[in-house]
Structures are given as C-alpha cells and as structure tokens.
C-alpha cells in the first residue's frame, strides 16, 4: 500500500480521486528554503525530503517492506521570482492577494517517491492568472479561513476559484498534487491507479 507523507487532504482527496488506496503518516520536515537555493530545486528537495523521512521512520519501525511506497510533495507560488508560501497571519495573507491581484503567476508542484531504496521526483509547472481583486473581498475570503493554510494565499478547488481567470498547466497541481507526473512515478513503480 501507498504511504502519503502528508497531512492534506486535498492531497488525499486526489489519490482517492484516482483510485490508489492508502493510508497517511505526517513528515516533520524544515520546509524553509536554503539560502540561494533555487526556487524549482527547493520543491523538489522538499517533497523527497518528505517521502524519505517518512520511509526511514518506517524502516526503522520494521514497517517498510519492499514493495511499500512513500509519496511526497511540496507545493509553492513564485511572483516576481519570489516563493509565496502559507500565509503567516491575516497581514501576510491579505499582502499575498495584493501581489497576486491582477496578475498571472507561476505554481510549482513537486512529487517524490521513495520505493525500493530509490528516490524519484518529478515537477509540475502551471501558470495561474488571478483577476483584480478588490480589498474588501480579500479581506472577506481571508475571514472565511479557507487561505489560512495555502500556499500563496488561496484555494483554486474551493471559494478561491473566483478569483482564478486563467490556467495553463494542471488544476491538480495547483491544488497541491499533480495527478499526470504522480500517476507516471507509480506506474513506473508497478503501483498501478484506478484500484476499486
């Protein structure tokens, strides 16, 4: 079975989505950037960073056999070269939504799967353009407590979709688990989709 090494449950709602049982175990990882580190490099070293800590905790357990996988991912918007992250208050949240008003924005979404003593990661890449949104409405979505826990302030599969003009790439993705490159890792780890 599939070990997700995350807490979200978009992210389980979508292996779910796809047919592929299984069950949840937490990473606790530092997910700050390291300095200078690129934007692209960092999701993908976060997301194996998760499936790997969540494997070895298995394997130290004598939990880990070799046909069990961990997946992992991470998932960040970047503007204007910057990573906008979960918001850490309302003035952090409210500020992102500025930045992001009117404006098309890039979404990274890395996965990671750790099987069989290897590590294989594989990222995804969308363009998200918000409409300008007015102060009063960001202020309202933010007291709503939906953006409270997303990276870069806003959920495309909930009230946040209003906002959403455009996208070009993957709306899984955006939500935080890329379906086409999450399906390719467990395919080519013989975990085949659509279980019943």
Do not use: N
């Not at 992102?96 to 979404?109: C, D, I, N, T, Y």
């Not at 003009?165 to 390719?184: D, K, Q, R």
């Amino acid at each position: 079975m599939l070990v997700l090494a995350s807490v979200s449950p978009r992210r389980s709602a979508l292996l779910t989505q796809i047919g592929m049982p299984h069950r949840v175990i937490p990473a606790h990882i530092d997910e700050r950037r390291d300095e200078g580190e690129p934007i692209e490099q960092c999701v993908r070293r976060l997301a194996g960073q998760k499936a790997l800590q969540v494997s070895a905790l298995l394997g130290a357990a004598g939990a880990l056999d070799q046909r069990q996988a961990v997946l992992g991912a991470d998932t960040t918007v970047v503007v204007d070269q910057y990573m906008l992250e979960k918001p850490r208050d309302r003035q952090h949240g409210l500020a992102m939504l500025a930045r992001l008003s009117g404006r098309e924005h890039e979404v990274l979404s890395a996965v990671a799967l750790a099987y069989g003593g290897r590590l294989q990661t594989l990222l995804s890449r969308s363009l998200v353009r918000l409409r300008s949104l007015g102060r009063e409405e960001c202020e309202a979505y933010w007291d709503s407590g939906e953006p409270h826990d997303k990276a870069g302030g806003y959920a495309i599969q909930g009230r946040g979709a209003v906002f959403v003009e455009s996208l070009h790439g993957s709306y899984s993705g955006v939500m935080g688990l890329p379906l086409f490159e999450t399906a390719a890792l467990l395919a080519a780890a013989g975990l085949p989709v659509w279980q019943s």
